[in-house]
């Protein structure tokens, strides 16, 4: 993308005007970002390994825990709903990616893995996705990441300290 059509980009951003409050022009510029970033994502999975990002999360989710994870984990870690994760899983067993066995603590409750094919496919897309966030991210220098990920980490520290969790 040239200057001239980054200019032209339409997105949460564009609402601004030199009046708004730094702290809301932060909070959309992240946005915006994060909003560009997925999209990117989203369309790449898509196009290359014919998966959805919810689905390439949760299997991301249970390539860190390969001891697998109660379906309510699973709910509460990517942050949505039991229903939702119900329907990927389902989707992702008919396809031999996960598969669910009883949980050895509590036999009335099911754990979801990956299978080894599931594996397999998620290292491979994992690799892929790596190049592209590394592409996206590309315009930044190793110091810059570095200093925004510190900025980030204490914008976090305060959001999970600081009283609005109490609202």
Known sequence: ?????????IDLESRLT????????????????????????????????????PRFDLMAQLERHPEGLRMGELSKR?????????GIADLLEQEKLVVRVPDPHDRRVFLLKLTPAGRRAFTRMAEVHEQWIREMTGGL????K??????????KTH???????AR
Not at 31 to 47: H, K, M, Q, Y
């Open 1 to 9: 993308m040239n200057n001239n059509e980054s200019a032209t980009v």
């Open 18 to 53: 030199d009046d708004h409050h730094q702290s809301l022009k932060l909070w959309l510029r992240m946005l915006s970002c994060t909003v560009r970033i997925e999209d990117e994502i989203r369309s790449r999975l898509r196009a290359e390994f014919e998966i959805t990002l």
């Open 78 to 86: 990517m942050m949505v709903t039991g229903g939702n994760i119900t």
């Open 141 to 144: 220098t190793q110091s810059e």
């Open 146 to 155: 570095s200093t925004l990920i510190q900025l980030l980490s204490k914008l």
């Open 159 to 165: 959001l999970n300290t600081s009283s609005i969790e």
